[in-house]
């Protein structure tokens, strides 16, 4: 990885745009720091605290720290994620925008541009129910209507500048660029939780005992990144063949090809639908100053993962369970909606492709049905695996971090894509073709 952005920065061009990526960076950083007006934050922060070992600690660390300092982008760019995941799945309902998603760049370009406008509607639902909820339980330093209307303004305005951070990025940038802005997020958090594992574990312990604490969390944290490395670059090859066809006096055809199938189809959206389901209980309690007892109260410790995995609340670990249900359940849902074996079956018919040993049709769809559902399953237990191995050092241990397997799986996937993308821009600007010679 640092000797591709060595040589990339001997390319003019590249090195212009890695320092435009920085630069952005930079400015996300410092808005993040910058706080909503009239917001109480010392109140704030003591109710975050509260707050932040159970449903509010992923979306603290997806948002670099600015929910918990309540900046101008506390809200970051969830909400175009929400929106790119929400389009995405209607994508596949609406035949009206499976048609614009098929008529090439123009198509593209309209389901962007109401991206946007989705983007900036969430973004003023979740501004407004933040702000009143926040007002009603004395975060807010005067409680009526104009300072309402200014944080729900100051909230969309951040999470609109920052999405459009992202397409500079991507426009200017070395690309991907709301994925680096999620990825800069959680990046900035590291360093806290690194910390507070070692204050926890190793500082003030016997020299044996600091060393051998020490050799476990980075021997979990580097298995933890192979695993998602092996996961996001794993992929199951069928081979195609293609029959020889006549055209005028040639023979054309009669190549080989293959149909990758990622292992990790459908990435980290069934970790962060299974999250959200669970987690929007516990936040709507929590907008809603709920703090009761009874059964409500009891249903809400299953559903926060503060609970999972502590020897003495077992009972709790119920919620896991759910929750690893809820990961395989998404990652087959997602993929069967996003991959469509009966679509490419025909596409390969049409194009005298087939797959050896396999007929053409149904039942190649059939046998491309039943590798995926294999796939997909290992998939989910690798996506499961590294969602769980923190909740379980976390209820086992009280190692209490924001940094989680999701976050983990983020960074991974957003660094190997970039790098791949880097790497490829200077293998167009460094080859040297026929016409040169």
Do not use: C, H, W
């Given at each position: 990885m640092f000797t591709t952005l060595k040589n990339a920065f001997k390319i003019k061009d590249l090195r212009s745009k890695i320092l435009f990526t920085f630069a952005m960076l930079i400015v996300i950083r410092i808005g993040s720091?910058?706080?909503?007006?009239?917001?109480?934050?010392?109140v704030f922060r003591q109710w975050f605290s509260e707050q932040s070992n159970g449903a509010f600690s992923f979306f603290d660390a997806v948002t670099g720290g600015s929910f918990q300092s309540m900046s101008i982008l506390a809200l970051n760019i969830t909400p175009y994620i929400t929106s790119s995941i929400i389009m995405q799945l209607l994508t596949i309902a609406i035949p009206k925008l499976e048609e614009m998603q098929r008529d090439g760049e123009?198509?593209?370009?309209?389901?962007?541009?109401?991206?946007?406008?989705?983007?900036?509607?969430?973004?003023?639902?979740?501004?407004?129910?933040?702000?009143?909820a926040f007002g009603r339980q004395g975060y807010l330093v005067n409680y009526n209507a104009l300072s309402i209307i200014c944080s729900v303004a100051t909230l969309t305005a951040g999470s609109a500048f920052l999405m459009w951070v992202g397409e500079r990025i991507t426009e200017k940038g070395i690309g991907n660029g709301i994925s680096i802005v999620l990825v800069i997020n959680i990046i900035s958090r590291l360093p806290e939780d690194l910390k507070v594992l070692f204050n926890q574990f190793v500082i003030g312990k016997a020299p044996?005992?600091?060393?051998?604490a020490a050799a476990i969390i980075i021997a979990i944290i580097v298995?933890?990144?192979?695993?998602v490395i092996i996961l996001n670059d794993g992929t199951r090859k069928i081979p195609v063949q293609y029959a020889n066809k006549v055209q005028g006096r040639k023979m054309v055809g009669g190549n080989t090809s293959n149909i990758p199938l990622k292992v990790n189809t459908s990435g980290?959206?069934?970790?962060?639908?299974?999250?959200?389901l669970l987690q929007l209980p516990i936040i709507i309690s929590s907008f809603a100053g709920y703090k009761g007892t009874g059964v409500w109260s009891e249903i809400l410790k299953y559903l926060?993962?503060?609970?999972w995995c502590d020897p003495k609340q077992i009972k709790y670990s119920i919620g896991l369970l759910v929750y690893i249900l809820l990961i395989i359940f998404f990652a087959y849902f997602y993929t069967s909606i996003t991959f469509n074996p009966l679509m490419i079956a025909d596409n390969m018919k049409k194009q005298g492709g087939f797959i050896p040993g396999i007929r053409p049709g149904k039942p190649t769809s059939d046998y491309l049905n039943k590798?995926?559902?294999?796939?997909?399953?290992?998939?989910?237990?690798?996506?499961?695996?590294?969602?769980v191995l923190p909740y379980f050092f976390s209820g086992v241990f009280k190692a209490n971090v924001s940094f989680g397997g999701t976050s983990l799986i983020i960074i991974v996937s957003v660094v190997l894509e970039t790098m791949k993308q880097v790497e490829s821009q200077m293998l167009v600007r460094n080859y040297k073709g026929f016409l040169e010679k």
């Open positions: 720091q910058l706080p909503v007006p009239g917001v109480n934050g010392e123009d198509g593209r370009k309209k389901i962007v541009a109401i991206t946007r406008y989705v983007t900036v509607a969430l973004a003023v639902i979740q501004s407004t129910a933040m702000a009143i044996a005992t600091a060393i051998l298995a933890m990144v192979v695993l980290v959206i069934p970790v962060i639908f299974a999250q959200s926060n993962s503060t609970y590798v995926l559902n294999y796939i997909v399953f290992i998939g989910a237990i690798g996506l499961t695996i590294v969602a």
